[in-house]
């Protein structure tokens, strides 16, 4: 059990405890704060807030965070969003790769990253982490001539990054998580409901390193089977990604 980070009419912290068992493993889960029912509640009652980069403009924290989100979420999302960037945020991009799993044929796997140099990364992914077998799916911002065969190692022509790299993977990461717990064998997500496919994070063979960005899903039935990266991840980064290209 945790104590609850909320605040009281008293100006004290609460006492109430919430159990950090049942709670979603986000990246960086342990820097993460953990409400009540009522300070969840709370924090989810106001609709809209006060933009960063135009203090007179009121945004609507639903054109950004679906609802399908659990609770704690969307009030983490929340927080985020009204938090101004770090100092030492830099300009980036955020990536997707998808990771081979012959042993769970019925899952897949795809690591989202932020990073200054996409040829880079991919490169290093390949040389360090080889036996997931990485394959660039796409990254965030793409410019609208790219192509899919500029995916392909060292053939990757960027263009201009995002202002707040560190931000949008903190964002992107929170929801990918949420849905990577509740999305169910079909794609869609039930709040709370648990019926994702998420793995217990282990030491990657390869670096030794537990990579907690790595989000593992149902492979969609059907016609959808293999469009889990277009249904599931991108959207969630795009419409991220546009918060904070235009808004911070």
């Known amino acids: 059990m945790v104590r609850c980070n909320g605040m009281t009419h008293r100006d004290r912290r ?4 919430v159990d950090a068992k049942k709670a979603i493993l986000y990246p960086r889960s342990a820097s993460l704060a953990h409400y009540c029912r009522d300070h969840l509640s709370a924090g989810l009652k106001n609709p809209t807030f006060c933009c960063l980069k135009y203090r007179n403009r009121v945004i609507e924290y639903n054109d950004y965070i679906s609802t399908n989100l659990e609770d704690r979420t969307q009030v983490l999302l929340r927080e985020r969003m009204r ?57 965030y911002p793409r410019p609208p001539n790219a192509t899919d065969a500029e995916l392909s190692l060292a053939r990757i022509k960027p263009g201009r990054k995002v202002p707040f790299a560190r931000m949008l ?77 235009e808004l911070v």
């Open 14 to 17: 609460c006492k109430r405890n």
């Open 83 to 139: 938090t101004p960037p770090h100092s030492s945020d830099t300009t980036g991009y955020i990536y997707g790769l998808r990771l081979e799993d012959p042993a769970h044929p019925d899952l897949v796997h795809f690591k989202v990253g932020r990073t200054n140099s996409m040829n880079r990364r991919t490169a290093e992914h390949l040389h360090n982490c080889p036996s997931g077998r990485p394959v660039l799916l796409g990254y």
């Open 169 to 245: 993977e903190e964002l992107v990461h929170l929801q990918l998580a949420d849905v990577a717990a509740n999305a169910d064998p079909s794609g869609v997500v039930v709040p709370g409901q648990r019926l994702g496919a998420n793995q217990a994070r282990r030491p990657c063979i390869d670096c030794g390193h537990v990579h907690d960005e790595i989000f593992t899903f149902h492979q969609l039935p059907g016609a959808l089977c293999g469009l889990e990266w277009e249904i599931l991840v991108l959207p969630v980064i795009e419409t991220l990604g546009k918060y904070v290209c």
